[in-house]
């Protein structure tokens, strides 16, 4: 009786954890997936590339760096990897884990000592938002990094959900329509900027370093700003993600199907000088008409034209 009971309390455990296996095969899976589309498409990484990651600490770095050390073992050019940690300084900062960590797994890298910290707190009002700053100095440094290291690509840890709380903030904040580019030129015109991780969603990374127990190291510069218009971008977007599924994955596709003749900038689009063609279009006026969805006909119905 006593083997009865001890084998169906194993039972479930064990397919539990055969659960929990296979769903985090799939997100390696899916995260590797997303990560190589968003290569291919926006040909972020050619072959000889040394692509410097910028490793901050977080959850992002973390994953962007494991899947694209991932993807360079099965990757049909060669490129190199170098992380690169800029320690800002901030008090407490645990210095000693990023080294640690990227020694143990055996990937170069480079710790880059600027106190912005200081420079931050002195130039920003207490209560005022830190980030401005914080990231013109950042940029500055990592550039000049990039030229030391010889590196060809700048790679930052960015997801979609990042892409789209910029594109809301500018929408509402900077009255644009602008976002996060995966790919870019440098403000010093000298770098081209990458985000790998443009096709992820940030609950996937955040499953991913849950998985992985990344040595994460908390932000006690502008990541302890609770008020931040950004955050406050990242909780809507969570509301609307748990009460309108699919609403997200349509913003993001929105980024991707742009029709300048249907917005209003008439440096994109010529409206002055927009004349008749004689050729139907599917952007048309018929675009606005909504859609005629057809009842259903059940079997034994008769259809009757009007």
């Not at 977080?58 to 060669?78: C, N, Q, T």
């Not at 290291?149 to 709380?165: E, F, N, P, V, Y």
């Not at 998985?211 to 994460?216: E, T």
């Not at 997200?248 to 004349?275: C, W």
Request: hydrophobic letters at 40%; glycine letters at 6%.
């Amino acid at each position: 009786m006593s083997a009865i009971w001890i084998e169906d309390e194993v039972q479930p455990a064990a397919r539990a954890d055969f659960k929990i296996e296979r769903e985090t095969h799939k997100l390696e899976k899916r995260l590797c997936r997303q990560v190589g589309q968003a290569i291919v498409d926006f040909n972020m990484i050619e072959e000889g590339d040394k692509v410097m990651v910028c490793l901050s600490g977080g959850k992002d770095s973390y994953g962007l760096l494991d899947i694209l050390l991932k993807m360079k073992a099965r990757a049909p050019i060669h490129f190199d990897i170098i992380a690169v940690n800029l320690d800002q300084k901030q008090p407490g900062f645990p210095e000693h884990i990023l080294p640690e960590y990227l020694t143990k797994l055996g990937v170069p890298f480079h710790i880059e000592n600027q106190d912005t910290y200081s420079i931050v707190k002195d130039k920003i009002a207490p209560g005022k938002t830190m980030c401005s700053l914080c990231s013109r100095l950042r940029r500055g440094i990592l550039y000049r990094v990039a030229d030391e290291l010889g590196a060809t690509k700048i790679a930052l840890g960015h997801h979609r959900d990042d892409m789209l709380q910029t594109f809301l903030l500018n929408l509402f904040f900077a009255a644009k329509l602008k976002g996060m580019p995966p790919k870019l030129v440098s403000d010093d015109g000298r770098h081209i900027v990458i985000r790998p991780l443009a096709y992820v969603a940030e609950k996937d990374l955040i499953r991913w370093a849950e998985h992985k127990q990344f040595p994460i190291i908390p932000c006690t510069l502008c990541g302890s700003q609770e008020n931040l218009q950004r955050k406050q971008m990242g909780a809507m977007l969570r509301e609307w993600e748990k009460k309108h599924p699919g609403r997200i994955e349509n913003m993001f596709s929105a980024l991707q199907n742009i029709v300048p003749s249907h917005l209003m900038d008439g440096t994109r689009y010529d409206f002055k000088g927009l004349k008749v063609t004689g050729v139907a279009s599917e952007d048309g006026d018929k675009a606005f008409d909504e859609e005629d969805y057809a009842p259903p006909v059940l079997p034994g119905m008769q259809v009757v034209k009007l």
